[in-house]
């Protein structure tokens, strides 16, 4: 079965760095994109940075210049560089891993983490 586990989360001050990480483990074939979200108290979740297979990357506007993905293809892990953190940064941060296919026959799936907690205290 496969999991996607999450880790690095914490309390850190404004200005500060963490680091998350994310593994996938189980039966794995190929993952098309992997990438990481967040979801603040009262808010929707949203894209914070997506890189492909072929460590094509995006980011959203508010993390540019600041938060840095990377991918390890042979490890299906997938990292999150944070530097600069802001108050507003404060959320459970999600890793999913899009179209994830457990054989080469097999329909590409989406999974997801169960999240790790980043707070930025000002």
């Known amino acids: 079965q496969v999991q996607l586990v999450e880790s690095g989360g914490g309390l850190v001050q404004a200005g500060g760095s963490l680091r998350l990480s994310c593994a996938a483990s189980?039966?794995?074939?190929?993952?098309?994109?992997m990438g990481w979200y967040r979801q603040a108290p009262g808010k929707q979740r949203e894209l914070v940075a997506i890189?492909?297979?072929?460590?094509?990357?995006n980011y959203a506007d508010s993390v540019k210049g600041r938060f840095t993905i990377s991918r390890d293809n042979a490890k299906n892990t997938v990292y999150l560089q944070m530097n600069n953190l802001k108050p507003e940064d404060t959320a459970v941060y999600y890793c999913?891993?899009?179209?994830?296919?457990?054989?080469?026959?097999?329909?590409?799936?989406?999974?997801w983490g169960k999240g790790t907690l980043v707070t930025v205290s000002s």
């Open positions: 189980g039966r794995i074939w190929s993952i098309n994109a």
């Open positions: 999913n891993a899009d179209r994830l296919r457990e054989r080469i026959t097999s329909a590409g799936m989406d999974y």
């Open positions: 890189i492909t297979s072929a460590e094509s990357t």
